[in-house]
């Protein structure tokens, strides 16, 4: 049997529609798998959220449209979502890999603030909040996602490294409480371990007191700083937040957990290694990671350097979206390379995306109907999102003089609730004289002089020039206008 034939399953209850099939890779087997929710109609999920030590960049980003992405699908199927992203507010005195300088430490030293919890808060707050208002730009709906900030739960940190002391899973030495990663039948479910990754800075000399290479901390003791404990005053590990964050709001086994490639071999090795030894159960049943947003080759990282923000892109004059649209051209799994000119291509692409849907809308009055093609599109995205092939369907059946308007307006109406691209009222380019950036007012007011003076070579220089900010000028009766070229 096809997977086209496959589409609808057969488990719905009499009188409930039943819930059409997905399919997504799980890293645990390294294949696409049929989705099963353990609760009928309700997923679980839980993406790892960022360190909160600076402005989180679109690599980032991407991780998060993708479980938005992922969301989206199981919601149109009719499943309830309920979603938590952590928010990493305190750092531990030691880097995810156990090695080298700590990130929010640094974030404090970067901004003069001295180490303290308090300024962890604070800091960590600043920076989550502009990450919030990115998440929302991007069209992730933020009412429907928990995040819970780490420093809210340790009292749960400390009681989950009690119930590993108590089954055998934890030892302490004195550099710390450390988790026995020899105990578990099958640590490192997820794969990709290399056993020097754990190993702590020899500024540390912990390494010896580790029993094997490749077991983490629990509990990080300091002098001066931290939260009391049974193991004294300290710092959760950097991996028990996640197990016990998920616990804590989505139970002791979840669907889905989704992160970054990145964390596969040891921040998600160790979670499971955490949460199966507490709990004697399945954590994650569908383990989903994002392939990286690359720069120039590289993985886009503040450690190397080449990032890029929101901030940058908007101050491009690129509307948010277009780094979205970006994004689902391409593949969850693949790597993709970012660039200025790929983003302007995705904005030119949107743009007329948004132009067709509203001709469509006015020739259909907003009335949908299935067809052919609708069906093909769910398909596809319900086949490991397969996003750059939905988007090939959608923009094809657009095109193509064999479906209806009403037929194509109801293929925008999923495209809209699967894409998260604002097709059914599309943004205006209007613009406010807030939303101007002061560069962008100068240029305006330099090709005033030279229009007023005659000068229309360095006019249309200077329009030029704001063109490639991402405005176009027109110039009416009552003066020039401005307008966000889409
Ligand atoms: P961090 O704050 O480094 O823990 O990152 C937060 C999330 O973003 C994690 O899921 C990372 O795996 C993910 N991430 C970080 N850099 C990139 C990148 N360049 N491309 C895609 N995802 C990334
Ligand atoms: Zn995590």
């Not at 209850?13 to 997905?22: T, V």
């Not at 739960?153 to 590993?164: D, G, H, N, S």
């Not at 599309?426 to 962008?440: C, G, K, Q, Y």
């Amino acid at each position: 049997m096809s997977w086209i034939t496959h589409l609808f399953s057969k488990r719905g209850k009499a009188g409930q529609p039943s819930i059409p099939q997905l399919f997504f890779t799980n890293t645990l087997s390294g294949e696409r798998e049929l989705f099963i929710s353990q609760k009928p109609r309700e997923v679980l999920m839980y993406t790892c959220g960022p360190t909160m030590y600076g402005t989180a960049h679109i690599g980032n980003l991407r991780a998060y449209i993708v479980s938005n992405t992922v969301a989206r699908a199981l919601i149109s199927a009719g499943y309830r979502v309920r979603q938590v992203v952590n928010i990493t507010d305190f750092g531990h005195l030691l880097s995810e890999g156990d090695t080298g300088e700590d990130k929010m430490t640094k974030g404090l030293k970067r901004e003069g603030l001295a180490l303290s919890l308090e300024n962890m808060r604070a800091l960590a707050e600043k920076y989550t909040a502009i990450f919030l208002q990115d998440l929302e730009e991007v069209g992730i709906d933020i009412d429907k996602i928990t995040f819970p900030r780490a420093s809210d739960y340790v009292p749960e940190q400390i009681a989950f490294i009690k119930t590993l002391e108590q089954k055998g899973y934890a030892y302490r030495t004195k550099s710390g409480v450390y988790f026995d990663t020899s105990r578990p039948i099958h640590y490192g479910k997820l794969g990709g371990i290399n056993k020097n990754d754990q190993q702590e800075s020899p500024r540390l000399k912990s390494r010896e007191e580790k029993r094997n290479p490749s077991d983490f901390v629990l509990w990080k003791p300091d002098n001066h700083l931290g939260w009391q404990s049974p193991w004294g005053l300290g710092f959760p590990g950097w991996h028990i937040e996640c197990s016990a964050m998920s616990r804590a709001l989505l139970g002791q086994e979840i669907d889905i957990h989704m992160g970054g490639q990145d964390l596969i071999p040891i921040h998600h090795n160790n979670e499971i290694a955490q949460s199966e030894a507490a709990s004697g159960r399945t954590f994650v049943h569908y383990w989903m990671h994002n392939a990286f947003l690359t720069m120039g080759g590289e993985k886009a990282s503040k450690s190397l350097g080449n990032v890029v923000y929101m901030s940058d892109v908007i101050e491009k004059g690129f509307h948010p979206l277009a780094l979205r649209y970006f994004f689902l051209q391409a593949h969850y799994r693949t790597p993709l390379s970012f660039s200025f000119d790929a983003l302007a291509s995705a904005a030119s692409a949107l743009d007329r995306l948004w132009k067709t849907s509203k001709e469509i809308k006015e020739e259909s009055g907003g009335k949908g109907e299935m067809s052919e093609a609708t069906t093909r599109f769910l398909a596809t995205i319900r086949d490991d999102l397969a996003t750059p092939q939905a988007i090939g369907i959608l923009w094809d059946s657009l095109k193509s003089e064999e479906y209806t308007p009403e037929q194509k307006w109801r293929l925008i109406e999923e495209a809209d609730a699967h894409l998260g691209l604002s097709l059914i009222s599309p943004p205006t380019n209007e613009l406010t004289e807030t939303d101007i950036p002061e560069e962008v007012k100068k240029m305006l007011d330099a090709r005033e002089i030279a229009r007023k003076s005659k000068d229309f070579k360095e006019a249309d220089r200077i329009r030029d020039e704001i063109a490639s900010c991402g405005y176009r000028v027109e110039d009416g009766l009552d003066g020039p206008m401005l307008t966000r070229r889409l």
